[in-house]
């Protein structure tokens, strides 16, 4: 069960530094969106446990992430 978590931390370590290489043609507002959208998720995941709430958090830190540049 501890080489499941190893291995599972460590793809989440890579997709995470393959997003961020993704945000390299972002404009700020695209990219404020996207890191509220995975702070809400990642929120929401903690707190509610399910898919529904995951998703409710990541459009959640989505909008906030999209308005705070105003």
Known sequence: MKNIKQIGAAAMVVAFLGG????GDMTTRQRDTAIGAGVGAAGGAAIGGSALSTLGGAAVGGVIGNQIGK
């Open 20 to 23: 961020l290489t993704a945000c």
